[in-house]
């Protein structure tokens, strides 16, 4: 059974009051008594402080933003926005800066650029992991420009190259339909790698544009892992050992992933539990399961969302009804896109999810080198291994 709509605008309030309290915060000063809890979970048991090594940690939440997700129109940055993205802790994030094709993604980008060059000290723009631990050491946000499609190259796969040096560093071949590079995971046909895929995955390779297979159909999946000389990523997906939905994966595909040394990420969004709000106990699962099958070298976050928690508004709420009635009109909805759930894990609604993972996760037994893995370690290493500067 979900909350109903008080109880969760209810908790988004208190999530976003944490949020506002300071870097340390914690789940210590979040009660979650008398909120409803998921039929087969419980409360955990509550960290004494936020896990330590926290803020010396490179950590890399590989899909978010600073401005809200999942809304209409992505607003302009506010000062709120900035202090949440600053106060984080998150080293750096890719940010989604795709258009429709490749004029409108020229100006995305354009846009971007902009905010990174208006902001210096809250912004850094990541091109190479030298500039990842700049990020680091100046307490700044990175921003790694990213694609969620591969329709912005059109049929032109040149194009790799045109973006490349406007600093897209990594690319997802194919949204949730097809396109010319292969099928998307809603795809009924669930067809494979077209010839102009291979070339762009060719192309990728040879200049050092990581390939992100997250919202690809299985057989795109399979067929992008197989065709790429360089280790791929799935940014932001999740296990369907643990919850079988459209955008996770099978761990046939984590294997492959993981054997040809990528990397998963694993979102904060509600296909980890189709059917109710999910909760921070569904990530660390699976995150465990990744793990499980992957390696601990092989798991990260890429949690889908803002840094900037969401306030749980009236406002808000309009604004993600017409967000999410928009995709279904579109037919890019994917299943369990609902209007009245949240894109966000209810306990995790915090610009510090990150440590409230890591806590997680350390109360959970796991050890400190894993943790620095799973929250930013095993990105980075990503990173040296395929950007060439």
Known sequence: MQPDSLSRRS???????????????????????????????????EAVAPWPPYDSAIVVDFLASPGYFNYPLNPPLDAEMIRFAVESGITAVNLTCSGSDFTSSVQRIAGWLDRIEQYPDAFRQIRTVADLHDAKSTGRLGIVLGFQDTT????????????????????????????????GCLEPANGGLTRFGHQVVERMNEVGMMVDLSHCGQ????????????????THSGCNAVARHPRSKDDTELRAMADGGGVIGIYLMPFLTPGRVSMRSDVLDHIEHAVQVCGEDHVGIGSD?????????????????????????????????????????????????????????????????????????NWARLFGELWRT
């Open 219 to 234: 057989r795109t999946t399979a067929d992008g892992i197989a065709a790429s000389s360089r280790p791929v990523a799935i």
């Open 305 to 377: 969302l803002s840094t900037t928690p969401i306030d749980g508004s009236d406002e808000y709420w309009s604004r993600h009804r017409e967000f999410v009635a928009g995709r279904i009109e579109r037919g890019v909805a994917a299943p369990n896109e609902d209007p009245e759930i949240l894109f966000t894990v209810e306990d995790l609604n915090s610009h510090r999810r990150m440590e409230l993972i890591a806590d997680g996760l350390s109360m959970r037994g796991h050890p400190d080198t894993r943790i620095e893995k799973i929250i930013g370690g």
């Open 152 to 183: 912005p190259f059109e049929r032109d796969v040149t194009n790799v190259d045109t973006f490349l040096q406007l600093g897209v560093k990594v690319a997802q071949l194919t949204y949730n339909v097809r396109n010319l590079v292969g099928d």
């Open 11 to 45: 908790f988004l309030g208190a999530a976003a009051a944490l949020s506002m309290a300071g870097p340390r915060g914690s789940l210590e000063a979040l009660s979650l008594d008398g909120l409803p809890h998921p039929r087969g979970t419980a409360p955990m048991k």
